[in-house]
C-alpha cells in the first residue's frame, strides 16, 4: 500500500517561504512521476508542479513558475515544494501525488496516490 505523507505547511506572511515535503512509501519511490496540487473552498484542485522519475524534467503552473521549485531525493523517498516570495492567493491545502503510468503531469485525474494534504496561509 502507497502512502504518503506531506509535511511543512504554516503560516507565513507575503514575501515569505515555506518548504513542503513528501515522503513516500509502500512502493518504489523512483518509479514515481511526482506532483503537488492545491485547493481552496472556492476553486478546484488545481496543478501546481510536478517533477519526473528521474528529477531531470520539472513543470510548474505559470502561476508559480520563477517562485516556486519543485525536488526530489529519490534515496530519501521524498518530494519538496520549496515556496518563495509567497502571495495571499498561494493560500491553500497543499496535496502530493504520484502517479505510475504515463498520464499527464498536469491532469489531477491521472495520478493514483494522494497524500492527507498540509495547510499553507499566507498572510497580507
Known amino acids: 500500500q502507497v502512502q504518503l505523507v506531506e509535511s511543512g505547511g504554516g503560516l507565513v506572511q507575503a514575501g515569505g517561504s515555506l518548504r513542503l515535503s513528501c515522503a513516500v512509501s509502500?512502493?518504489?519511490?523512483?518509479?514515481?512521476?511526482m506532483g503537488w496540487f492545491r485547493q481552496t473552498p472556492q476553486k478546484e484542485r488545481e496543478f501546481v508542479a510536478a517533477?519526473?522519475?528521474?528529477?531531470?524534467?520539472?513543470y510548474y503552473a505559470d502561476s508559480v513558475k520563477g517562485r516556486f521549485t519543485i525536488s526530489r531525493v529519490n534515496a530519501k523517498n521524498t518530494v519538496y515544494l520549496q515556496m518563495s516570495n509567497l502571495k495571499p492567493e498561494d493560500t491553500a491545502v497543499y496535496y502530493c501525488?504520484?502517479?505510475?503510468?504515463?498520464?499527464?503531469?498536469?491532469?489531477?485525474?491521472?495520478?493514483?496516490?494522494w497524500g492527507q494534504g498540509t495547510q499553507v496561509t499566507v498572510s497580507s
Open positions: 509502500g512502493r518504489t519511490f523512483s518509479s514515481f512521476l
Open positions: 517533477i519526473s522519475w528521474s528529477g531531470g524534467s520539472k
Open positions: 501525488a504520484a502517479e505510475e503510468d504515463s498520464g499527464d503531469y498536469y491532469e489531477d485525474l491521472d495520478y493514483d496516490y
